[in-house]
C-alpha cells in the first residue's frame, strides 16, 4: 500500500517518441519520458519523490525539512521548492566551500529561500545529525529526507511513475523493451523496479551508473537491494530480490560524479540539435551517452522500442557553461 502525497508537480509527465533521432540510429525506435517537465522550480525526478516526504513531514507536525547533495544538488534545488509550496523551512547541506559567485542550482536554492550549510567533503548527509539536534534545540520540529531522497518512501514516487506509464502505454498501444535512466542515490531506480514487478511489465531497466562513490560504507547496488527487500515486503510483491536486481550499470562514471567529458558533451548536443530537449551534464547526459553508446555497438536487440527517462536537471548547464563550451 502506498502512502498518501502532498501534490506538487504536473503529472503525467509527457511521452513522446524521438522521431529524428530514431532517424538516426535506425535500428531502434526511440521515445523519451520527460519528468524535466515535472514542474516545480524547472522541475526533475525529485517532484515525485518529494509528493511523499513532504505528504509525511507535515503529517508528523514538522516546521522544518533538512536534506543534503552537491552544490548543483537538483534534489536539493527541488527540495528547496516543495518548502516554499509547503510553507516548511529548508535546510540544505552542501558540499565544498561557498563560492563568490551562486549560479545553477545552487542560486535557484538561494532564491528559494532554502538556508544553506557548505558542508566541504561531506556531501552526502554526514552532517545532518549535528545540524538537527542544533534545530531541535531551537525548538525547531525537523524533517530529514535522506540523500537523493532515496529510501522506500521516496521510491513510492517511481513506483507511481510506473503505474503512469503502464497507463500512458496502454493508451498508445506501445510496448517499450528497454528504460535508460540515471542512478545516482538509487531510490529512482529501485521505485521502477519494484513498479515494474508490482504492475507486472515487461521492460528491461538499464540504469547507468553516474557516481562511483557509494553511500557510506554500502555500494550503490547494495543500498538499492536494501530498499528492494523493504518495498518487496511492504507491497506484497511476490519475488525474491538478490543483487542481479539492483546491479548498475558501470563504465560511464569512470571519469568520477559531475566530472564534465567530451561524452555527455556530445550526448547534451544530439538531443538538444535533433529533438530540441535539453539534457543536463551530470546526470540526464551521462545517461543519455550511455544509451547511445548501447545503440552505436548494439548491445542491446535490434529493433528494441527504447525509452528514456528524463530525471531533468537544467540549471546545472549554467554552472557548466565553461567546460561544456570548450
Partial sequence: MLSKKYSLGFFPTPLERLDNLSKKHPDYNL?????DNSGLASGGNKVRKLQYFIYDALEKGCDTIITAGAQQSNHCRQTAAACAKAGLECHLLLGGIEPQNYN???LLSHLLGAKIHFTRDNRKGEDIIKLKQDLEAQKRKVYEIPYGGSNLLGAYGFVDAV???KKQLSEKKLKIDYIFFASSSGGTQAGLRLGVDLFGID?????ISIDKIGLGDKTLDDAVLEILHQGQKELSIQKTYSIKDATLIRGYDKPGYGVITQNEKMAIKQLAQSEGILLDPVYSGRAFYGMIDHLKSNKIEKNSNVLFW????????FYYSEELLK
Fill in 310 to 317: 528524463h530525471t531533468g536537471g537544467l540549471p546545472a548547464n
Fill in 163 to 165: 503505474k503512469e506509464l
Fill in 104 to 106: 545553477g542550482n545552487l
Fill in 31 to 35: 521515445f523519451i519520458k520527460r519528468d
Fill in 203 to 207: 521492460i528491461k531497466l538499464m540504469p
